[in-house]
């Protein structure tokens, strides 16, 4: 305690310090965004003087629809794919967490274990399998690629806040003459909103974000991401920066509308758990 009082200085001045971390790489997107391209290069970290949109309307107008096509895929394969992942991880995370089985319990230690496989560990042994089953650069690849990997996840974080939900909720209902299906349904799911709105948003940025799974499973002749449209986009012997930051700014706008969208439930989803069970 008397450390604290002798340094009062020190926790504002480390809050500053990692702000300033965070904040560094965002400003110089944003910042260079509207930068002419000729002073990109020279001056990275100057203010956009006088600002322009001909990074933006680069990034929009190439003849390869690079930005659009990415998107069209992105977009097709992050909402497949949370579709998915939210049913199923709330359907698996309901059982798992009524059933007082044996099995239920190793279940979920399995797919607890899951959590902590990095992704680049198991792609080779999923391109083979990918390649067996046909769906090597498809979009049906990648999304059963992601909700093959992010069940545990969804199963993890709907789990602890079904653990808050009173059991005397669905035992009146099935004492009403509702089936199980009616209750997880009409009765369970309504009340994992907060929930869904967690898995929705970790699971949509992650997806949306991710860069080397789309890059390997889809390749060339599977089409491009919004992510990979902008490795595609620096060339070997040339770069336009001006027009890298505008796909960059742009691959980041749909998902930061996104989270605003659904913000107000996020932490609440997150905590649920925390409180009972």
């Avoid at 046909?134 to 079904?162: D, H, R």
């Avoid at 653990?163 to 209902?173: D, H, Q, V, Y």
């Avoid at 309504?190 to 948003?201: C, F, Y």
């Amino acid at each position: 305690m008397q450390d604290r009082q002798r340094t009062p200085w020190l926790r504002p001045v480390v809050a500053l310090a990692v702000t300033a971390a965070f904040f560094l790489p965002l400003y110089l997107v944003l910042a260079n965004v509207f930068k002419p391209g000729e002073d990109i290069s020279g001056h990275p970290a100057s203010l956009p003087w006088p600002p322009t949109l001909d990074n933006l309307s680069q990034a929009l107008s190439r003849p390869d629809r690079l930005f659009w096509n990415g998107l069209i895929n992105s977009v097709t394969i992050t909402l497949l794919s949370i579709v998915l992942l939210t049913v199923l991880s709330a359907m698996l995370g309901h059982y798992l967490c009524r059933s007082r089985s044996r099995t239920a319990r190793i279940t979920m230690l399995v797919l607890l274990a899951g959590l902590m496989i990095p992704p680049q560990v198991i792609l080779v042994p999923v391109t083979d399998i990918l390649q067996l089953t046909g769906m090597m650069a498809t979009l049906q690849g990648i999304v059963a690629f992601n909700v093959g990997y992010y069940v545990p996840f969804g199963v993890f974080v709907f789990s602890g806040f079904i653990r808050t939900i009173p059991l005397e909720l669905e035992e009146s209902a099935s004492l009403d003459g509702a089936g199980r299906w009616r209750v997880f349904w009409q009765i369970v799911f309504p009340l994992l909103r907060p929930a869904t709105a967690s898995v929705l948003i970790f699971l949509g940025v992650w997806i949306w974000n991710d860069f080397l799974n789309p890059l390997i499973i889809l390749g060339p002749a599977g089409g491009t991401t919004v992510t990979v449209g902008v490795y595609r986009a620096i060339g070997e012997h040339q770069q336009n920066y001006g027009q890298v930051f505008g796909l960059m700014f742009l691959a980041a706008l749909p998902v930061l509308i996104f989270y605003i969208a659904l913000q107000k439930h996020f932490v609440k989803g997150l905590t649920g758990g925390a409180v009972k069970g």
